[in-house]
C-alpha cells in the first residue's frame, strides 16, 4: 500500500499544531493557580514533589489555597494574570477539537491501513531504531524501513506520540473532572488517586514537549523546506512552494495566539459564551454521573501525628465571616442559635436547627474526594442530610427549576483576596436531587464542622468543583429562575471570575 502523506494525515497533523499550543498554554493557566503537584490526594502543604513558583507557602497553619495562585505571564499562559476561568474555558473548547480530531484520525488510521506506519511488525525496529538515534547523533542520515516513509526511530516515536501518549492524555484529562473521578472512584484509586492522575497529566505534557524539541531539531537535520514541503503537499517535489505555504502557517498560528490571549483579556463574556456553545452540549452529560464513592474512613485526610486538631489537613479555600454575630454563633456552639431556612417557591417554607437536621438526617455520613477548582484535594468524613430529602419536605412548586444557596460570609468583607458582596450559588434539580448532594453539618466525626470549612453548616456538591460546594450556609430557596439574580450568572464566582456554574470539570 502507498504510506504516503494522505490530504487527511497533513490536515490532522496542522489541526495538532493549533490544538496542542493552544492545550499547553491554557494547560498552563490552570497549572498556575496552584503550581505544585503532589502524589498523596491530601495535598498537604510542603509536601509537593515539584514545584514551579518561586512563592513560598506561608507559614502559619491556616492559610488559604487562594493565597496560593501564582500569575503567569500572558505571553506563556492563555491568558495569564491568573484568570483560572478562562484558562479553563479555553482548554475546554480546543480539548473538544482535539479529542474529536484525534478519534476521527484514529478511526481514519485503522480504515486505511495507515497504522502501518506506526505500528512496528517486527522487533527488528528496536535495534534498527537505536542505529537510527546513532547516526543522528553522528549527523548522518538514517534510512527509511523498507516500503516505509519513515525510519524506524521516526515510527517508533510517532508511534508512541499517536497511539500511547494522546490516549494516556485524554484519560489523565478526563480524570480531572470531579464528576468522573468520583463517579469512576474505584479507577481513580486503582490509578494511583486523583494527584498521580494530575502528575501524570502534567508529564504528558513534558512528553509532549520534549517530542516537540526533538521533531523540530529533525525537520532542519533532514532539510527545512524538504520535510515542511511534504506536511502542507504531501510530497517534496517543490519543497519551496510547500515550505513557503508552511512557514505562512506558522506564522499565523502565532498571529492567532497573539489575537485569542488579547481578545480574551479584553472580553472574557465573549470567550465564555463561546465555551457554553462548544463545551456545555456534552459536559452536560456529566450529571448522569452521580458520585460513587469507595472511600472510608482510612481515607481521610487527617492530622499529622502529635496534633489534636484531626481536621486541620482538610485544606481550606476562603475565609470565614467576620461578624460578631458569626463569632457568637460558633462560640455559643451554635446548636440553639443556628437557623437554616428554607424558601422560595415551595410548599412549605421551614427553618431547622443543627439539632433537627441532625435528627432528619438519621445518622447519615459519606466519605468523599472534594475537588478544588485550582487542583487540591482532601478526603473528608461529612456528616448531613441529603438535599433531596429537604425538599421533599418543603415541596418545590411545580416549575421550580432551580436551588440558590446563600451563605452569611461576604467575600468583599471576609476575604482581602476578593471584592463584592455574598457568597452565594445555585445549582439546576437535577444537580440538587443528586443523591450525594449533602446539607453537611459535621466533618470527620468530631461534633462540627470547623469554621475554616464551612461550618455550622455547608453544601456539599460531589460531582462538581469545590468553589460550588458553599460554605457557611444562610439560606436554600427554590427558585423557577436563577438568571434574574445579581448578574444572573448562577454564583459569586461565577459572576465575579469567569466560572461556569455547568461545571463538572
Ligand atoms: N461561602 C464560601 N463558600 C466557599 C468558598 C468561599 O470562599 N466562600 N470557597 C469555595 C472553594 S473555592 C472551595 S475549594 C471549597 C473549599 O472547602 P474547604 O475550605 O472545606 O476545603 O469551598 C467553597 N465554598
Ligand atoms: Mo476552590
Known amino acids: 500500500m502507498d504510506l504516503g502523506f494522505p490530504w487527511w494525515l497533513r490536515v490532522e497533523h496542522f489541526l495538532n499544531i493549533i490544538f496542542i499550543s493552544f492545550l499547553v498554554r491554557s494547560g498552563l493557566e490552570i497549572l498556575s493557580t496552584y503550581p505544585k503537584l503532589y ?23 491556616f492559610y488559604t ?13 492563555l491568558p495569564g494574570r491568573g484568570l483560572l476561568g478562562l484558562g479553563r474555558y479555553w482548554h475546554f473548547i480546543t480539548v ?40 543522528y547523533l553522528a549527523f548522518t542520515m538514517p534510512h527509511p524501513v523498507e516500503g516505509m516513509v519513515f525510519n524506524a526511530l521516526q515510527q517508533l516515536s510517532y508511534g508512541f506520540i499517536i497511539l500511547v501518549l494522546t490516549p494516556l492524555v485524554i484519560l489523565t484529562g478526563a480524570f480531572q473532572s470531579p464528576a468522573i473521578a468520583n463517579h469512576f472512584s474505584r479507577i481513580t484509586r486503582l490509578l494511583g488517586g486523583r494527584q498521580v492522575i ?27 523546506l524538504h520535510e515542511t514541503s511534504k506536511m502542507v503537499l504531501g510530497h517534496s517535489d517543490n519543497p519551496v512552494l510547500g515550505g513557503t505555504i508552511f512557514t505562512v502557517g506558522l506564522m499565523l498560528l502565532v498571529v492567532l495566539h497573539v489575537v485569542a490571549t488579547r481578545w480574551t483579556l479584553a472580553d472574557g463574556r465573549a470567550v465564555e459564551k463561546l465555551h457554553n456553545r ?19 474512613r482510612s481515607n481521610i485526610t487527617g492530622k499529622p ?19 460578631e454575630e458569626y463569632f457568637a454563633l460558633m462560640a ?14 415551595v410548599e412549605h417554607p421551614m427553618t431547622l436547627t443543627v439539632a433537627e437536621l441532625r435528627e432528619l438526617a438519621a445518622g447519615h455520613s459519606q466519605t468523599t474526594l472534594h475537588h478544588c477548582v485550582q487542583g487540591f484535594t482532601s478526603i473528608g468524613r461529612w456528616r448531613g442530610i441529603r438535599l433531596s430529602e429537604l425538599l421533599d419536605l418543603a415541596g418545590p412548586l411545580p416549575g421550580a427549576t432551580d436551588v440558590v444557596y446563600t451563605s452569611f460570609q461576604n467575600m468583599g468583607r471576609d476575604d482581602v483576596l476578593y471584592e463584592g458582596g455574598s457568597y452565594y450559588e445555585s445549582t439546576p434539580m437535577v444537580e440538587a436531587r443528586m443523591p450525594q448532594t449533602l446539607i453537611a453539618f459535621e466533618l470527620n466525626d468530631e461534633g462540627e464542622i ?49 466560572f461556569d456554574r455547568n461545571q463538572l470539570i
Request: one cysteine or more; aromatic letters at 16%.
Open 450 to 498: 470547623p469554621a475554616k470549612n464551612g461550618g455550622p453548616v455547608r453544601l456539599r456538591l460531589e460531582t462538581s468543583t469545590g468553589f460550588r460546594s458553599l460554605k457557611w450556609l444562610e439560606r436554600i430557596e427554590v427558585v423557577n429562575r436563577y438568571d434574574i439574580i445579581l448578574e444572573g450568572r448562577g454564583g459569586y464566582f461565577e459572576d465575579t471570575d469567569f
Open 198 to 224: 494530575r502528575s501524570a497529566h502534567f508529564l504528558c505534557l513534558v512528553g509532549y514537549l520534549a517530542f516537540f524539541a526533538i521533531h523540530v531539531v529533525l525537520v532542519f537535520l533532514h532539510g527545512y
Open 65 to 77: 489555597v487562594g493565597g496560593e495562585y501564582s500569575d503567569y505571564s500572558p505571553r506563556i499562559a
Open 305 to 323: 501525628v502529635g496534633l489534636d486538631n484531626t481536621t486541620q489537613n482538610f485544606r481550606g479555600s476562603g475565609r470565614p465571616p467576620e461578624t
Open 278 to 296: 462548544i463545551v456545555r452540549p456534552w459536559s452536560n452529560l456529566l450529571y448522569k454521573l452521580p458520585a460513587r464513592m469507595h472511600y472510608d
Open 96 to 135: 473538544t477539537g482535539f479529542v474529536t480530531c484525534w478519534v476521527t484520525y484514529f478511526i481514519l488510521l485503522l480504515v486505511t491501513g495507515q497504522w502501518r506506519r506506526y505500528v512496528p511488525t517486527s522487533w527488528d525496529v528496536f535495534p534498527q531504531a537505536w542505529q537510527d538515534m546513532l547516526s
Open 39 to 61: 502524589r498523596s490526594q491530601h495535598t498537604v502543604p510542603g509536601r509537593s514533589w515539584a514545584q514551579f513558583t518561586v512563592q513560598k507557602e506561608p507559614k502559619h497553619k
Open 332 to 345: 455559643n456552639g451554635y446548636e440553639d442559635d443556628y437557623v437554616l431556612e428554607i424558601g422560595g417557591y
